[in-house]
């Protein structure tokens, strides 16, 4: 298991931009495939962006694909979550996520390891 702490969330304007940052624990970081997750009161976990164990392939929900760009590195067992032109409707609790399975799946049920979150406003 690996254990993850995101930071980086906070309250900004429409149209700024913010970096999410999941710290990983443990030595085998570079075997989990890593997605950030978001989730308002009432609705179901969804899907924003996913990056495989190397870095190479990266996957993105059509809500925020062209405006957010995921990153890792490996070295620091970090992954990144870059935000840009935010909108109202980002406002949300981001998680990232690890998983073992080498699949190209959104579906949190496949990721076995969730940080805290970390709370993202977005004011109009």
């Not at 997750?37 to 495989?52: C, D, H, N, Y």
């Amino acid at each position: 298991q690996v254990q993850l702490v995101e930071s980086g969330g906070g309250l900004v304007q429409a149209g700024d931009s913010l970096r999410l940052s999941c710290a990983a624990s443990g030595r085998t970081f570079s075997s989990y495939r890593v997605g950030w997750f978001r989730q308002t009161p009432g609705k179901a976990r969804e899907f924003v962006s996913a990056i495989s164990r190397s870095g190479a392939v990266t996957y993105y929900a059509d809500s925020v694909k062209g405006r957010f760009t995921v990153s890792r590195d490996n070295a620091q067992n970090m992954v990144y979550l870059r935000m840009n032109s935010l909108k109202p409707e980002d406002t949300a609790v981001y998680f990232c996520a690890a998983s073992i399975i080498d699949s190209s799946s959104s579906n949190p049920a496949v990721f076995g390891s969730w940080g805290q979150g970390t709370q993202v406003t977005v004011s109009s």
